[in-house]
């Protein structure tokens, strides 16, 4: 088996098997974040398709400093950070009440698991920047350390982000009062 390195060198080299191979190992991994990013199922689809067509396109400019799958991602959450961005500047019309399935690939269960209509709204009233690092960190299950490198920003900016959005979350859901401070529990 072949490493994304590796896959990646050959596709570069001219071998399209190569970039199919890399598009299978990594399109539920990318679709399950522009899922959470977006909220739609038809955006999410759209952000995946766009985001392996900048990998096509923009293979090259990978420059190794991180893991191909850290940059990916990074690609990723900025090509949902434009579509969001495209749909603020357009009309759009109103979300489906409709639950999207569960992720199947998804080797642990929770993970998988269809967020519940309250936490999926909540979590598109995010600020973007509060979103996408909850979002890899929480739902991902990617460390602090990771997050940082996929958005680019120091792990202490991840780790304010993280923690005012997970804040704001709360408030949303009315499981924080706005003057309430969180309370500590056993688990953690």
Not at 13 to 27: I, K, P, S
Request: one cysteine or more; proline letters at 3%; a neutral charge.
């Amino acid at each position: 088996m072949s490493t994304d390195i590796e896959l990646l060198d050959r596709f570069i080299a001219g071998d399209q098997e190569a970039f199919n191979t890399l598009m299978r190992t990594h399109e539920d991994r990318v679709f399950a974040i522009a899922l959470r990013m977006m909220r739609n199922r038809d955006a999410a689809l759209d952000a995946t398709q766009e985001t392996f067509l900048t990998l096509y396109r923009k293979a090259d400019r990978f420059h190794r400093k991180s893991a191909f799958s850290t940059w990916l991602y990074r690609v990723t959450i900025n090509t949902c950070y434009d579509q969001l961005r495209k749909q603020k500047r357009r009309k759009a019309d109103a979300l489906p009440e409709s639950n999207d399935p569960a992720d199947i690939h998804s080797e642990d269960e929770l993970i998988g698991a269809e967020l519940r209509p309250d936490l999926a709204r909540a979590l598109a009233e995010l600020p973007e920047d509060f979103r996408s690092a909850v979002v890899l960190s929480d739902f991902e299950g990617h460390s602090l350390e990771t997050v940082a490198k996929i958005l680019e920003v120091p792990v202490g900016t991840v780790k304010s982000r993280v923690f005012r959005g997970r804040r704001l979350l709360a408030q949303k859901l009315g499981n924080l009062s706005v003057g309430s401070k969180p309370q500590k529990d056993d688990h953690g």
